[in-house]
C-alpha cells in the first residue's frame, strides 16, 4: 500500500512555464516532507523539504506548497529550465524518524 | 570527501546466488539505509541501522541480511537471488539536521539483474 500517492506519473513543460507535482498522504503522523530529484543513473538528491508548521517554502525557483487539512503538499518549479528534467521524488516521514516513505515518482521533461 | 559510494555499479546473477552489496560513507552518520527502486514504485526501505551493531527492518525485507560492524561500512547480502529481485538498490546515510528531522544522502546506485 502506497503511502505517499503522487501525480502525474510523467510531465512535459515548455521551457520558461511552471511545473507542478502533486502529492497526497493519510497518515497524520507524517511530519516531514521532502523533495528528491533525480537524474539518470544517479541517486536521489534533497531538493527542498517542509514541515507542516508552514504552508509554504521557497527556495531559489522551487517551491513546496502545504495544505494539512488536505493532507496534501506539491512541488512548484517556476521558470523551467532543461536543466530541470529528471525524476522527482515526494516523500514523508514521521516525526524524529529516519525512515521516509515515497512517492512513485514524476518524470518532467523540460523541452526548450 | 566522498559521501556515500556503492559497489558494484552493475551486476548480473542467476537465480539462486547470494551476493553482497557494499555501501560505504565517510560522512561519520550514524543512520544508514537500504532502498530499492522499482519502476512505478519508488524507493521502498529494505533495511536501516541507526548505530554499528543495530540494525532493523524496512517495508520490504524479505530476502535481504545485512550487518554493521562499523560506522563507516553497512554491506546488504542477498542469500538466495530470485528474479523479483532486480532491482536499482540505493544506499543512503543520514544525520539528524534538527530535533525532529533527518537529512539522507544518497549513493549511486547499484543495478541488479536475476536471471
Known amino acids: 500500500q502506497q503511502q505517499v500517492k503522487q501525480s502525474p506519473q510523467s510531465l512535459i513543460v515548455q521551457k520558461g512555464g511552471i511545473s507542478i507535482i502533486n502529492c497526497a498522504y493519510e497518515n497524520t503522523a507524517f511530519d516531514y516532507f521532502p523533495w528528491y530529484q533525480q537524474f539518470p543513473g544517479k541517486g536521489p538528491a534533497l531538493l527542498i523539504a517542509?514541515?507542516?508548521?508552514?504552508s509554504e517554502k521557497k527556495e531559489g525557483r522551487f517551491t513546496i506548497s502545504f495544505n494539512k487539512s488536505a493532507k496534501q503538499f506539491s512541488l512548484h518549479i517556476m521558470d523551467s529550465q532543461p536543466g530541470d528534467s529528471a525524476t522527482y521524488f515526494c516523500a514523508a516521514s514521521r516525526a524524529g524518524a529516519n525512515n521516509l516513505f515515497f512517492g512513485t515518482g514524476t518524470r518532467l521533461t523540460v523541452i526548450p | 570527501n566522498a559521501g556515500v559510494t556503492q559497489t558494484p555499479k552493475f551486476q548480473v546473477l542467476k537465480t539462486g546466488q547470494s551476493m553482497t552489496l557494499q555501501c560505504a560513507q565517510d560522512?561519520?552518520?550514524?543512520?544508514m539505509s537500504w532502498y530499492r527502486q522499482d519502476p512505478g514504485m519508488g524507493l521502498r526501505l529494505i533495511h536501516y541501522s541507526v548505530g554499528a551493531g543495530i540494525t532493523d527492518q524496512g517495508e520490504v525485507p524479505n530476502g535481504y541480511n545485512v550487518s554493521r560492524s562499523t560506522t563507516e561500512d553497512f554491506p546488504l547480502r542477498l542469500l538466495s537471488a530470485a528474479p523479483s529481485q532486480t532491482s536499482v538498490y540505493f544506499c543512503a546515510s543520514s544525520y539528524r539536521r534538527t530535533a525532529k528531522t533527518y537529512e539522507q544522502y544518497f549513493g549511486p546506485g547499484t543495478r541488479l539483474t536475476v536471471t
Open positions: 560522512m561519520n552518520h550514524e543512520y
Open positions: 517542509i514541515r507542516p508548521d508552514v
